[in-house]
């Protein structure tokens, strides 16, 4: 049985940092291209961070660049986002997603985990 459970989120006053995880099983982690989505209320969900099966590439949207920071722990089956000086526009549910280029694609989500910033 596959599951993504994220955890980590909360409440932050803008500037601070959280750092959120999301542990994996029920697939070959290794294989999978790691992700970090959010949606905010009223927006569509919107790729955060991403990382290579094996963490040698990453990538980021232009509005975390710099702040946010995505790895991997390949032994430990878990993916993590460390997001330093928040702004209360990061409010928003994060989800974990792995994802295996194949031919049908294979993807998997977690349920999200709530990220309010917030004074």
């Known amino acids: 049985q596959v599951q993504l459970v994220e955890s980590g989120g909360g409440l932050v006053q803008p500037g601070g940092s959280l750092r959120l995880s999301c542990a994996a099983s029920?697939?070959?982690?290794?294989?999978?291209?790691m992700s970090w989505y959010r949606q905010a209320p009223g927006k569509e969900r919107e790729l955060v961070a991403g990382?290579?099966?094996?963490?040698?590439?990453?990538n980021y949207a232009d509005s975390v660049k710099g702040r946010f920071t995505i790895s991997r722990d390949n032994v430990k089956n878990t993916v993590y986002l460390q997001m330093n000086s928040l702004k209360p526009e990061d409010t928003a549910v994060y989800y974990c997603n792995a994802e295996r280029v194949t031919l049908p694609p294979v993807r998997y989500w977690g349920q999200g985990t709530q990220v309010t910033v917030s004074s």
């Open positions: 029920g697939f070959t982690f290794s294989y999978y291209t």
């Open positions: 990382i290579s099966s094996f963490g040698s590439s990453t």
